[in-house]
């Protein structure tokens, strides 16, 4: 389906505090047509391809790799290392249209290695993006958004890089909401959207923090992660925290996170992990 009359707002460099990612260009009002093309292992990109595209009415085409490809996650991986470490890029089969004729693009991955997908990259070696306006979303286990990003910004320094969208896996549930308020946001749908308070300013976690960050994240093994300072901001729908923390590597070394968390504004609500960058 067409899409037309599409309303982007202007989108800007943001501070951490507002979890956006930054771009070398900012999105300006324009009348587009619109493509949500991804990338997705596991369907767990496409499921937000999907949400995105109904919500946009806009066409969708799915990267898919040529010949023979692993189909679960761990071999996945592992070829993506090799092809990593030969300098090469999957061969992909052809996408099945047109992107000269799509003024706006949605482009959709997971995270590997902290960045996107490596059949995202054959897609966009394959295709001219000047003066496109593209948004990028991605799913990961952990976090990634931040620096795919800006690393998208980088490889397409002729296109004018939005606002981006994540989700974790484990929080997927939450995503339509999310889409929902994002696409208002960068004025891909019309709607209202609350307008968030700034975060409070940086502290030392208490016992209460601590508890709570413990809370969100102990369910995940990949790091361990011990909350050093913490700030938060109250929405309609809970209350969101940015924590630094400090990870202990498998070497005895230490490195500095900073660690997403929302609580609901249900008392016997769960903190929730949301992401955590590098």
Do not use: H
Not at 66 to 85: A, H, L, N, V
Not at 130 to 139: E, I, L, M, S, Y
């Amino acid at each position: 389906m067409k899409m037309k009359n599409i309303l982007l707002l202007a989108t800007s460099i943001v501070a951490l505090a507002s979890c956006s990612a930054s771009a070398k260009k900012t999105a300006e009002p324009a009348k587009t047509k619109t493509l949500v093309v991804f990338y997705s292992q596991t369907n767990t990109t496409r499921t937000v391809a999907l949400e995105i595209q109904s919500k946009l009415g806009a066409d969708t085409a799915e990267i898919k790799v040529s010949g023979e490809y692993p189909t679960d996650f761990q071999s996945t991986i592992q070829r993506w290392q090799e092809d990593m470490k030969n300098g090469v890029n999957p061969e992909i089969e052809p996408l099945g249209v047109n992107i000269a004729d799509y003024d706006t693009i949605f482009i959709g991955y997971p995270i590997w290695g902290g960045t996107y997908a490596q059949p995202v990259a054959s897609f966009i070696g394959a295709n001219n993006f000047a003066g496109k306006v593209v948004f990028p979303f991605c799913t990961f286990g952990s976090g990634g958004r931040v620096s795919s990003t800006k690393q998208l910004a980088e490889v397409l320094s002729n296109a004018t890089i939005g606002e981006s969208y994540g989700v974790r896996q484990a929080r997927l549930a939450s995503a339509p909401a999310e889409i929902d308020s994002y696409l208002k946001k960068i004025g891909a749908i019309k709607g209202e959207v609350e307008t968030l308070p700034d975060f409070s300013e940086m502290q030392d976690v208490t016992e209460a923090d601590k508890a709570l960050f413990d809370a969100a994240t102990s369910s995940y093994g990949m790091y361990k992660m011990t909350p050093v300072t913490v700030c938060s901001r109250a929405t309609s729908n809970g209350t969101d925290y940015i924590f630094t923390a400090e990870n202990a590597g498998p070497d005895g070394s230490t490195s500095q996170l900073t660690v997403f968390v929302t609580k609901g504004a249900d008392e016997n609500a769960v903190p929730e992990f949301t992401a955590v960058e590098r």
